[in-house]
């Protein structure tokens, strides 16, 4: 039994050092591309609902994405100080949040509300517009998806949605538009539970895209 603990250790370990190398690594590769940028970009900052994602240029505008795999809204205030710092643009979308509810170590919807206002207060302190997105629903009974606590997800909505209200940010209501959509829809939107089909990340693309432009129209008007 000895044995059997200690190699289920080794491979924990194991596993937490790949996470953190994928982690460094994918952190280096997004801060050389927004170096490699001359123009102005959006800044689309989140975990790997964001990363699996493309998004094309918009209003003029190429967009970064900046989406780490794992990302914690809790943990990713360096890295976004880091993002901002190397980028120069009119506005960031934070879309981060279901991996706060993953796993043994679920963070309370009031200590998720405190990390995320840190990063949203961050943004709007660089002197750029604010974009919130609420985080999709999962779809229960898919694989993945067993490794999160469901309740916590629509709780951390709701402080999604009061901290973009209380600090004037645009908030794109993607759980609310994605639980319409997928009515009827008997695959669903999601490939596992937790991450966007095709159909589904192209209504979170349009979702969020419309809220980017109601933010800078907004920021124009005298």
Do not use: C
Request: proline letters at 5%.
């Amino acid at each position: 039994m000895r044995e059997i603990s200690s190699n289920v250790d080794t491979l924990n370990t194991v596993m937490r050092d790949l996470g953190g190398l994928y982690y460094r690594t994918r952190s280096a590769i997004i801060l050389t591309q927004i170096n490699s940028q001359v123009d102005d970009v959006f800044v689309v900052f989140g975990d790997s609902i964001v990363e699996q994602m493309y998004y094309p240029a918009t209003l003029g505008h190429n967009v970064v994405n900046t989406g780490i795999s794992g990302a914690k809204a809790l943990e990713s205030l360096p890295f976004l100080e880091k993002v901002l710092a190397a980028s120069r643009g009119p506005l960031v979308v934070l879309s981060i949040g279901a991996n706060d509810a993953f796993g043994a170590s679920v963070a309370s919807p009031e200590r998720f509300a405190e990390g995320y206002a840190a990063l949203a207060k961050a943004v709007l302190d660089s002197g750029r517009a604010l974009v919130v997105a609420t985080l999709p629903p999962m779809e229960p009974g898919k694989f993945e998806a067993e490794n999160f606590h469901h309740a916590s997800i629509p709780a951390y909505n709701e402080r999604i949605r009061e901290i973009g209200r209380r600090l004037g940010a645009q908030v794109a209501d993607v759980s609310a538009v994605l639980e319409g959509w997928r009515k009827g829809r008997p695959q669903g939107a999601t490939v596992d539970g937790v991450h966007l089909n095709a159909q589904a990340a192209t209504v979170w693309r349009d979702t969020v895209y419309a809220a980017v432009k109601n933010a800078l129209e907004a920021g124009q008007k005298p």
